[in-house]
């Protein structure tokens, strides 16, 4: 930014994201407040969702989803398409890890219109999540959402969400009755985890893996 005009919206949006990018996060809190305060462009609501996710990372969720709920009522000249589809994941994320009702359909709009604004992670997400509160009600439904949200969470680079859905899957499975098929997912999850270096895969999948593993050996002897 060239200290002898004031930076514009986008200057600071990239200034403050490339401080979320570094060692400590938290540095870019008051430059996306200042562009909030100057409520001038879309820049705006891209700004809240940044916080939106900063506070979730922090299990900040009632103010997670504020900001989140800030996009979805904005103005529409101050809210970019990208913005509100992500706010919409973001806020049915925050409501439930806060125990609280999510609506079902915001969810899948905005898990579909992150795939038009090319957001196939958040996307990812959205359908996981789905997949998550269709299984006792709609057996079929869940496992597509969560093949879905596999899937994207490859195209989009990420390499631990995929073995994390397939362990769901399996789980899925398992609560299915269906053994065999959740081998195959179980199978599929260990063939990526093989393809990180030793202690590279992180403790909270290991410690799932492991009761995946358990509850498979279970379902097998009780069989």
């Known amino acids: 930014m060239n200290p002898a005009t004031p930076p514009s919206d986008p200057e600071l949006l990239a200034a403050a994201r490339e401080l979320r990018a570094g060692p400590i996060p938290e540095d870019a809190v008051p430059m996306l407040r200042q562009i909030i305060a100057l409520a001038r462009s879309p820049a705006w609501s891209e700004a809240h969702v940044e916080l939106s996710v900063h506070h979730f990372s922090r299990g900040e969720y009632e103010l997670s989803a504020e ?9 529409q000249e101050l809210v970019s398409d990208r913005a ?3 706010a919409g994941i973001m806020f049915c994320e925050a409501r439930c890890s806060s125990d609280q009702d999510v609506d079902d ?9 992150c795939l038009n604004v090319q957001e196939p992670r958040y996307a990812a ?9 269709k299984t006792t009600v709609d057996p079929r439904g869940a496992r597509e959402y969560l093949e879905r949200a596999f899937q994207l969470f490859v195209d989009s680079g990420d390499r631990r969400a995929p073995i994390r ?5 399996a789980r899925f499975s398992l609560d299915q009755g269906n053994l065999d098929e959740a081998l195959v997912y179980r199978d599929r999850a260990m063939a990526l985890v093989a393809e990180f270096p030793p202690h590279r895969v992180g ?6 893996l492991q009761k995946l593993q358990d509850a498979i050996a279970k379902e097998g002897t009780d069989a």
Do not use: C, K, P, T
Not at 125 to 133: K, N, R, S, T, V
Not at 165 to 169: A, K, R
């Open 125 to 133: 997400i959205g359908f996981e999540a789905l997949g998550h509160e």
């Open 165 to 169: 859905v397939l362990m769901n899957l």
């Open 84 to 86: 509100r589809a992500i």
């Open 203 to 208: 403790r909270l999948l290991e410690q799932q």
């Open 67 to 75: 900001h989140a709920g800030n996009v979805l009522q904005g103005r």
């Open 105 to 113: 359909d915001l969810l899948w709009r905005s898990a579909e219109a």
